[in-house]
């Protein structure tokens, strides 16, 4: 199994400019979650996913900040426009979910931004 | 809600010294718990978990009981190395919600 696959896994782009982060989740996973991590803040859900259908998007900072799940294997990320606070590391995770329980989160390596 | 506290980091410890990592939760039922590792530039790995009260995980010398009458799940280990250093996040899971602890650093010096 890949594993959760993120990209890119380095963005390096200056303020006021669009970002868009990918996520395919593990195969038969039908849960997934986007993170941010900083040292101020640390780990931070910005959003959850079940069966592709938003859940809880309480997370999401403003409305710079979308994402989307248009199928089972594939996520997006998007800010725009971004500004230097975004910067930070960018986690999504997966997790197969029955009922309602969910059972462990497995995470991507995460994309690493950088806003100029 | 649901929450966890972790103890406040950083660790500092000398190889092979005993290590116990705090964490507590609240919760409004009985929820399953996990220990995440996160090494340097890499993501969050589970650890270990325990779903139901007096359940013991275990992984790679690592081991934490579920204790329902003090809502707590202590992360141990006998002997640390070197190759331990990484943060560590205590977790719950109940129902919908899933909650992280802020993390615990582990620096373990040769």
């Known amino acids: 199994d890949a594993g959760v696959i993120q990209s890119p896994r380095h963005e390096v782009t200056e303020m006021g400019q669009e970002v868009t982060l990918r996520c395919k989740p593990i195969?038969?996973?039908?849960?997934l979650f986007w993170y941010r991590q900083t040292m101020m803040r640390g780990l931070e859900l910005l959003i959850y996913?079940?069966?592709?259908?938003?859940?809880?998007d309480s997370g999401m900072p403003e409305d710079r900040f979308s994402a989307k799940m248009p199928n089972a294997s594939f996520s997006t990320l998007k800010i725009q426009p971004s500004e230097p606070r975004d910067s930070a590391v960018y986690f999504c995770?997966?997790?197969?979910?029955?009922?309602?329980?969910?059972?462990?989160?497995?995470f991507g390596p995460g994309t690493r931004l950088t806003v100029l | 809600g649901n929450s966890v506290t972790q103890m406040e980091g950083p660790v500092t410890l000398s190889e092979e010294a005993f290590l116990t990592i705090n964490c507590t939760y609240t919760?409004?039922?009985?929820?399953?718990l996990f220990w995440y590792v996160q090494y340097p530039g890499e993501g969050l790995q589970l650890l270990l978990k325990?779903?139901?009260?007096?359940d013991k995980g275990s992984n790679k010398g690592f081991e934490a009981t579920y204790r329902k009458e003090t809502t707590s799940f202590h992360l141990e280990k006998g002997s640390v190395q070197v190759s331990d250093s990484a943060v560590y996040f205590c977790?719950?899971?109940?129902?919908?919600?899933?909650?992280f602890g802020p993390g615990t650093r582990l620096s373990v010096l040769p």
């Open positions: 977790a719950l899971n109940y129902g919908q919600n899933f909650v």
């Open positions: 996913f079940n069966n592709n259908v938003p859940i809880d």
């Open positions: 919760a409004t039922g009985y929820p399953s």
């Open positions: 195969s038969g996973h039908n849960s």
């Open positions: 995770a997966s997790s197969f979910a029955s009922g309602n329980s969910y059972n462990e989160q497995f």
């Open positions: 325990a779903t139901k009260a007096d």
